[in-house]
């Protein structure tokens, strides 16, 4: 039987104990006509061997071609050690470490993650990590509603990622939060801050600044933080983790103080409050370790100023010591949480990614600060150079005059869907079509090029790019 | 010592980065000025560092680990193997369906082995936890409320015996939570139920077998109470390798369900996740399931799918096939490494492997009980028959030793055993909540006895030995209280 190591003597000296004949006694509680007959439509059991090659099968169904897309996931070197210690067996089977003396490993890898995040984005705290980005979004609107209030309305701009912005929709709607949408200058391709003004002295919680924005464009984050602040509202910073090895980072953006102290916890003393940044930074972890995998699994973090530890959701770790004063780590701040806060928990979220999260924090050990930055400034340069040689095809050019991280925005000369249906037959994933989710920009393709791609790759995009529009 | 005080400046680590720095054509005013506090360390310094931290925990492949409520059963490694097949990684989210109908067959081929053995007339893989699994559920419920215009549904009931996600999902979505108590037996009090439902009703969140290791036994009754007042049955499938292939939440009348795959379709916690909690529903909240969810098709005949007759396609159904649908609940599809673990699994046990998962996690639970109940331990509800799980209080053995249900659990470890669950459910004092599983052997069980026997004659004899527990671990008792007032969440140089 697999996974099930009762022999028979096992069974009757079992049930000797219990005082049963049968194990089917067992379910005598269960009213007889509600039991199940027979699963046929499962079929037979099959063996290691058998399912090693259905799954074999499968997969060489699936065809990795060579991939320009980005749009939220993006392809990385991942070091060969990442996965082979985060799949021991001690980490990946092991349960949310609510005994924290036996789980020391995973308590002490979730606090180096945490400082590790913290850093990156310039804020003071970070929790544990939640599911993903778009989901995280949706948690950090929340916890900006909390904080503030007064207001149940989030500034979120069209250079946000469309998927985001509808996975945060799902997920906020029901508590009557009002995504207001701030529309891009069509030059630029980052926030219109004309449009943007025309919200001031409204009332809202608070303002997504994405950086890089959905078009990889770099917002001005000093400005756009700085009007939020001015104007009453938060600064949501919703970033990719690798850009930040490069970019300035969240908790720095701004120079403009919050003008109203913040509630809740530490935010009555003014020497916590921060004179600057944005109030709470989220994004993807996918770049930090997480293969693309058909979207998942990859991890949501979330990083926020001291002042708001206690709106946070999902779990955190605390460093504190034992009965003999020695150092260790341990859950903490749980009684923001739903098995103890219940109907008035911060959030109803039970998990976290660990294991993804374990990935990413022997990946940020592996690289390091020095390589971090090879490969945030590698994919930038990689990006650029493909920009640069698509723009040298008739008909092809660069959307926007801004700077970009690692992705940028082609506008065609055909429909795109066309144009990528022709490199894929030569074995090319050209980018992602915009022209879905922003019809007016015409024939828009968004591309990406990160480190692993080498100049042969590059000049066979533009082949096969020229080929498709020919 | 942390992984940042093994840290030496300008040590680099060569091989895993980019040979050349290369230039960066961005403003001045955008970029970073000061280096992220990462450490600086060579690939054996970061190999050896998590290798030994690793070794700091308890796990499922070291340790027994019966705690209730989680099902910690063995994890197969031929899932994570065959998950990891390199085409299955390299796979973009937006890559186009041709491209990825290996991955979309095994999504497909979970989706109906799921609505196999939970009578469901759909299902939905998109919620990343349990927690998101129950999110989903509540909001078709409200969706399919106000589709009828029934917009007087306020609230959601849920019985104290609950998971806290229970209540805290209803406020999610924007509920207002009614709790009833539950009785003696540990069934739900149905007159309490009786009295709580009417025109604000929109649903029932129910776990059963209930958090206490009991199969509701009036679960026919309740359904009728909840449907005749115009609410929903949801199910939360915390316990659902309680009944794996015994009985479905649908033949019970749930018209919405989840299943925590990293429970019951043996995907790894991972030391907290990530999980996958699919949803089911009946027929009546199909138009409302979560995106995207995966459909089989005729092949276009100029499409790119297996040629030929009866050829068929796989792609996901959107915004445009489900107008009506509550929505994405992350930026892509969920959890996938995670759903193909759980679909291995499944093709592994097969129809007679799925039938064993519950006669054979109840035969532990009730062998468990009845050889600890000898022990000396106190049964919680020694009147019923355990599902895969059952509580013991170890009040009696408070009173008479001072010895609480923590200091067994700390006592536990230095026995080579995880804990059971403590303190929860909140409604028995000083309770754990015992979950062996189908995994463990006859006598992984019976050196589980003779430990909590131990234990039984250390708490008589030698309380102070229990109380100071655990001696063998890494650290001893933490100071929770220091944790959370002095906070040191991050680490500084």
């Given at each position: 039987?697999?996974?099930?190591?009762?022999?028979?003597?096992?069974?009757?000296?079992?049930?000797?104990?219990?005082?049963?004949?049968?194990i089917d006694a067992l379910f005598d509680e269960i009213p007889a006509h509600?039991?199940?007959?027979?699963?046929?439509?499962?079929?037979?059991?099959?063996?290691?061997?058998?399912?090693?090659?259905?799954?074999?099968?499968r997969a060489a169904q699936d065809t990795p071609l060579l991939n320009f897309i980005g749009a939220g996931a993006y392809e990385h070197h991942i070091p060969a050690a990442v996965w082979e210690l985060a799949t021991r067996g001690e980490f990946y089977s092991a349960y949310t470490p609510y005994q924290a003396e036996a789980s020391q490993g995973t308590l002490q890898v979730l606090y180096e993650y945490q400082t590790m995040m913290a850093s990156l984005t310039g804020m003071d705290v970070s929790n544990a990590s939640l599911y993903d980005g778009a989901s995280g979004l949706a948690e950090a609107m929340l916890m900006a509603v909390r904080a503030h209030k007064t207001s149940r309305r989030i500034l979120v701009p069209a250079t946000v990622s469309p998927f985001y912005r509808s996975t945060a929709r799902s997920i906020v709607k029901l508590q009557d939060i009002e995504l207001v949408e701030i529309p891009y200058d069509r030059a630029t391709g980052t926030v219109d801050m004309a449009a943007l003004a025309q919200h001031a002295g409204t009332d809202f919680a608070a303002l997504v600044i994405p950086q890089p924005n959905f078009f990889g464009a770099l917002e001005d984050v000093d400005a756009l933080t700085n009007w939020a602040h001015a104007n009453g509202g938060l600064a949501i910073a919703l970033v990719n983790p690798l850009s930040l090895a490069l970019l300035k980072p969240a908790g720095l953006w701004g120079d403009n103080p919050h003008p109203n102290p913040l509630p809740g916890g530490e935010g009555t003393n003014a020497a916590l409050r921060a004179p600057v940044g944005a109030d709470i930074a989220v994004g993807d972890g996918q770049p930090l370790g997480a293969p693309?995998?058909?979207?998942?699994?990859?991890?949501?973090?979330?990083?926020?100023?001291?002042?708001?530890?206690?709106?946070?959701?999902?779990?955190?770790?605390?460093?504190?010591?034992?009965?003999?004063?020695?150092?260790?780590?341990?859950?903490?701040?749980?009684?923001?949480?739903?098995?103890?806060?219940?109907?008035k928990a911060t959030s109803n979220i039970c998990s976290n990614q660990g294991l993804m999260v374990t990935a990413a924090t022997i990946f940020m050990s592996l690289l390091g600060q020095d390589g971090l930055r090879r490969v945030a400034a590698a994919s930038h340069q990689n990006s650029q150079r493909l920009a640069a040689l698509a723009s040298g095809i008739a008909g092809v050019s660069v959307l926007f005059n801004t700077p970009t991280f690692h992705e940028t925005v082609l506008q065609l000369p055909k429909p795109v869907a066309e144009v990528l249906a022709n490199m894929a037959n030569a074995g090319i994933l050209g980018g992602y079509d915009l022209s879905a989710d922003y019809p007016e920009l015409g024939n828009a393709l968004l591309v990406c090029a990160t480190e692993t791609k080498t100049e042969e790759d590059l000049q066979q995009f533009v082949a096969s790019l020229q080929a498709a529009i020919a | 010592m942390l992984i940042f005080e093994r840290s030496h400046p300008s040590r680099r680590n060569a091989a895993q980065a980019p040979q050349a720095m290369a230039a960066v054509n961005i403003p001045a005013a955008l970029l970073r000025k000061t280096a992220p506090l990462l450490p600086e360390a060579s690939e054996m310094d970061v190999v050896r560092h998590y290798t030994n931290l690793s070794q700091k925990n308890f796990s499922i492949d070291t340790h027994f680990y019966p705690l209730g409520s989680c099902t910690m059963k063995y994890n197969p490694r031929a899932c994570n193997t065959l998950a990891m097949?390199?085409?299955?990684?390299?796979?973009?989210?937006?890559?186009?369906?041709?491209?990825?109908?290996?991955?979309?067959?095994?999504?497909?081929d979970l989706q109906e082995i799921l609505k196999e053995v939970t009578g469901m007339a759909g299902v939905s893989l998109m919620p990343m936890a349990g927690a998101q699994g129950e999110f989903a559920g509540i909001a078709m419920i409200q969706a399919y409320h106000a589709s009828r215009g029934d917009t007087a549904r306020t609230e959601i009931i849920v019985p104290d015996a609950a998971h806290g996600t229970n209540p805290a999902t209803a406020v999610m979505c924007g509920y207002k939570v009614r709790e009833i108590p539950t009785n003696?037996?540990?069934?739900?009090?149905?007159?309490?139920?009786?009295?709580?439902?009417?025109?604000?009703?929109?649903?029932l969140m129910l776990t059963n077998p209930s958090t206490l290791g009991v199969f509701e036994t009036h679960i026919?009754?309740?359904?009728?109470?909840?449907?005749?007042?115009?609410?929903?049955?949801?199910?939360?499938?915390?316990?659902?390798?309680?009944?794996?292939?015994?009985?479905?939440?649908?033949?019970?009348?749930?018209?919405?369900?989840?299943?925590?795959?990293?429970?019951?379709?043996?995907?790894?916690?991972?030391?907290?996740?990530?999980?996958?909690?699919?949803?089911?529903?009946?027929?009546?909240?199909?138009?409302?399931?979560?995106?995207?969810?995966?459909?089989?098709?005729?092949?276009?005949?100029?499409?790119?799918g297996v040629g030929g007759e009866g050829a068929v396609e796989y792609r996901y159904l959107t915004e445009a096939d489900l107008p009506l649908s509550i929505g994405h609940l992350s930026a892509f599809t969920g959890n996938i490494g995670v759903l193909l673990r759980a679909y291995i699994y499944a093709k592994m046990l097969g129809a007679d492997g799925m039938h064993r998962v519950a006669e054979f996690a109840t035969l532990n639970a009730n062998y468990l009980m009845a050889e600890l109940q000898k022990v000396g331990y106190r049964i919680a509800f020694p009147q019923r028959r355990a599902s895969h799980e059952f509580i013991v209080s170890c009040k009696p053995l408070k009173d008479a030793t001072g010895i609480s249900a923590m200091d067994v659990a700390k006592r536990l470890l230095d026995k080579g055993y995880h804990p059971p669950t403590t303190y929860f459910p909140m409604l028995v004092p000083e309770c754990l909540l015992i979950e062996p599983t189908e995994t463990e052997s006859k006598e992984t069980l019976?050196?589980?006895?003779?430990?909590?026997?131990?234990?039984?004659?250390?708490?008589?004899?030698?309380?102070?030995?229990?109380?100071?527990?655990?001696?063998?671990?890494?650290?001893r008792r933490l100071d929770d209280v220091k944790a959370a007032r002095e906070l040191d969440l991050t680490w500084k140089a």
């Open positions: 039987m697999p996974f099930i190591p009762h022999t028979s003597q096992d069974v009757s000296s079992m049930l000797a104990s219990i005082g049963v004949a049968e509600l039991k199940s007959g027979s699963l046929t439509a499962l079929g037979a059991g099959l063996n290691e061997m058998q399912v090693a090659r259905l799954m074999r099968d693309l995998s058909s979207g998942g699994s990859y991890f949501g973090f979330m990083c926020c100023k001291q002042a708001l530890v206690r709106q946070m959701p999902g779990r955190i770790i605390g460093r504190t010591v034992d009965l003999d004063g020695k150092q260790g780590f341990t859950l903490t701040l749980q009684a923001r949480e739903q098995h103890i806060r219940r109907a | 097949l390199p085409n299955f990684l390299a796979r973009h989210p937006l890559a186009p369906a041709h491209t990825g109908q290996g991955v979309l067959a095994c999504l497909y003696a037996d540990g069934d739900v009090d149905l007159d309490a139920l009786r009295a709580a439902v009417g025109p604000q009703t929109a649903g026919e009754d309740i359904k009728h109470i909840i449907h005749d007042a115009g609410g929903l049955l949801y199910y939360d499938g915390a316990n659902l390798n309680a009944i794996l292939g015994k009985v479905k939440p649908g033949d019970m009348g749930f018209d919405v369900i989840h299943s925590n795959l990293h429970k019951t379709f043996a995907t790894p916690h991972g030391g907290g996740g990530p999980g996958a909690g699919a949803v089911g529903v009946a027929a009546r909240l199909l138009p409302f399931l979560p995106l995207p969810v995966v459909a089989k098709l005729p092949s276009p005949t100029s499409g790119r019976d050196a589980f006895v003779a430990a909590m026997k131990e234990i039984w004659d250390e708490a008589h004899a030698t309380p102070d030995l229990v109380k100071g527990a655990p001696y063998s671990q890494p650290v």
